[in-house]
């Protein structure tokens, strides 16, 4: 099982964070995906009894933070889906006016 001391500290957690990405190597970044998705997988498996109350508040942020990410996905992709359909209709209206146009020159 995963221990607790393997775990990112809230306070490094939280540097992450806030470290703009361009002041952050390659190999920083790198080093923060992995640790951030051992931390995320620790998270789950380790008994809420287990953790210290860091950890705790740092789950529960990141568990707001991911939901409120794949809802905010959520709602871009219904936007996106939204625009692409009112381009189509918009798009089939002016076909068929087109259309009509050309039937009534052929005439």
Known sequence: ML??????????QVGDKVTPDSQ???T???SENASGAYDKA?????PESEKSTGQKV???VRSDADSTQNKSGSLLDS??????SASESVS???S????????????
């Open 24 to 26: 952050k190597s390659t």
């Open 96 to 107: 068929s006016l087109t259309g009509s146009t050309e039937d009534a020159a052929k005439s």
């Open 28 to 30: 920083d970044k790198i």
């Open 58 to 60: 740092g789950d529960s």
């Open 3 to 12: 221990t607790s001391r393997r775990r990112k500290d809230l306070s490094s």
């Open 79 to 84: 936007a996106k889906d939204v625009a692409n």
């Open 42 to 46: 620790a998270s789950a498996v380790q």
């Open 92 to 94: 089939n209206a002016a």
